[in-house]
């Protein structure tokens, strides 16, 4: 039994300010009992936060947090307890690396034409170790005096309809959902609040994604109010999805956004780690845990 965990973090591998080990750290603090790092399109810190969770004796699950369309929207899928040996999931993310530094550089470009040094930030992002992410190239902007916060920097420049933008070309979530499930791991729609859709749009989303074979859902995360929360848990129930729980961490500090979550699930929702907690092959795939002290 698991009452603190968070299946939703990130990294430095991508946009997080702490290292794997550090986030660990930070987890052990919370008292989180089960950690997945979920950072984008990739991989790359999970060997190392195993180890540092072993240390602290915190179960940890391999995942990543992938990038799809779906009706030409961005849509984010969190892979969990994925095989990091996986051919066709190497195969996913090193082509989606490949979509990342020809979009950043089609940006750069923009920026330039807008009067910026736009190849030198997009050189100045790729050089950082991790997925490279419109995020790092929003915090040069504000680093450099061209916006005010990353927020001001996706609104003046790279935004949706703003100067510098340039539209995604991502795989459909159908592929995203098989290459996890080929991965050995379990499909979760990510955030499912963030998404600029009607209620009828969200509705068809959860169909095609548990239609392609995902089966999990988030349903406890920061920013979520009741009314978020409770639209969540309906679609979580409609589509037989279990409900997964996560902080979407990227800072410390953020006190409406601390690292770990607890477990506890509305009413009629089946917790993901009970879909996790056995493989396909029908073994076990997580330890029995018992309660926190309190």
Request: proline share 5%.
């Amino acid at each position: 039994m698991y009452e603190r965990i968070d299946l939703h973090t990130h990294s430095t591998c991508s946009d997080g300010a702490l290292s794997p080990a550090e986030l660990v750290a930070l987890a052990a603090t919370r008292q989180v009992q089960l950690l997945a790092l979920t950072d984008h399109d990739t991989l790359a810190g999970c060997a190392g936060a195993a180890l540092a969770c072993a240390e602290y004796r915190i179960e940890f699950l391999y995942a990543s947090e992938l990038t799809s369309l779906w009706r030409g929207r961005e849509i984010h899928i969190v892979g969990l307890r994925l095989d990091a040996a996986a051919p066709a999931l190497k195969a996913f993310l090193a082509g989606v690396l490949t979509q990342r530094v020809a979009r950043l550089r089609a940006i750069g470009t923009r920026l330039t034409r807008c009067g910026l040094d736009g190849e030198r930030l997009v050189d100045a992002v790729l050089e950082l170790p991790g997925t490279p992410t419109r995020l790092h190239l929003a915090r040069l902007l504000v680093a450099q005096g061209h916006a005010t916060d990353p927020d001001d920097a996706f609104n003046r420049w790279l935004g949706q309809g703003q100067r510098a933008a340039v539209a995604a070309e991502w795989p459909g979530i159908e592929a995203a959902v098989a290459v996890i499930r080929a991965a050995g791991g379990l499909a979760v729609l990510a955030h499912p609040h963030r998404y600029k859709l009607s209620a009828g749009g969200l509705r068809e989303l959860c169909q095609g994604f548990r239609d392609a074979g995902g089966e999990g859902i988030e349903v406890s995360l920061p920013g979520m109010g009741p009314a978020d929360a409770g639209r969540a848990a309906a679609l979580a129930r409609r589509y037989g999805l279990a409900g997964s729980c996560g902080s979407d961490f990227h800072v410390p500090g953020l006190p409406w956004r601390p690292l770990g979550r607890f477990a506890k699930l509305p009413e009629g929702i089946v917790p993901v780690t009970e879909r996790l907690a056995m493989k396909p092959d029908g073994s076990a795939a997580l330890e029995a845990r018992t309660p926190l002290a309190s």
